[in-house]
């Protein structure tokens, strides 16, 4: 069996105990529902912000996972620009990722599929996973039930998760929480480790 390289050949340097990951934050809302969804997310980006500001300063890994939007010739620096001057300007204003923090473009609803998270992941040596973003009942979800199957455990915060109706939302967390066995905890009472990420060594070439 082909031993795999710990490090992705010096792509991902880092080793972290925990991983925050950001799901669909950067968005245009330009859909039917949208901005409906666009208002009932402004009340998150704030506690979102603080505790992407709390796992930054404590050297916990931040991973931006996104849809492309079908924009198939696009990359993520031009998809914050694109959302940046759409419905979605005021949490990518504040929600905006830093120069240290990953991101993975996906297709579909969960994270995990057709994308490189799953490899990132492996390479960081993360576990647990903490999921905020949009949706609790649609990507969020996907994604939860994705890393269950990958025997991550999942730690969910409901004020840093929207939904477009507060009864899907509920349903949502609730169903996390009894079969995926979920942590559902506020966003405040997240504690990072002193020291979430440390370097490790690359391999020899």
């Not at 905020?132 to 990507?139: D, I, K, V």
């Not at 890393?147 to 939302?169: H, M, N, Q, W």
């Not at 609730?174 to 009472?189: K, Y």
């Amino acid at each position: 069996m082909r031993k795999r390289s710990p490090s992705l050949h010096g792509n991902a340097p880092d080793r972290a105990r925990v991983a925050v990951l950001v799901i669909d934050v950067i968005n245009d809302f330009d859909f039917p529902g949208g901005e409906r969804l666009a208002r009932r997310a402004r009340p998150m980006a704030r506690p979102l912000a603080t505790l992407l500001g709390r796992a930054r300063r404590a050297e916990v890994p931040v991973i931006y996972v996104n849809d492309n939007f079908g924009r198939w010739r696009s990359n993520f620096p031009s998809l914050i620009e694109h959302c940046a001057a759409s419905r979605g300007a005021h949490l990518t204003a504040l929600l905006r990722p830093e120069s240290d923090d990953y991101f993975v473009l996906k297709l579909k609803h969960s994270a995990f599929y057709a994308s490189p998270l799953e490899l990132l992941l492996e390479s960081l040596g993360v576990d647990p996973l903490i999921l905020t973003g949009l949706t609790a009942e649609s990507c969020v979800f996907f994604t939860a039930c994705d890393a269950y199957l990958r025997d991550f455990r999942i730690v969910i915060a409901p004020d840093c998760v929207v939904s477009g109706d507060a009864s899907r939302k509920r349903a949502a967390l609730d169903h996390l929480r009894s079969i995926l066995r979920a942590t559902i905890r506020a966003s405040s009472h997240i504690a990072f480790p002193a020291r979430g990420r440390r370097k490790s060594r690359r391999p020899a070439r």
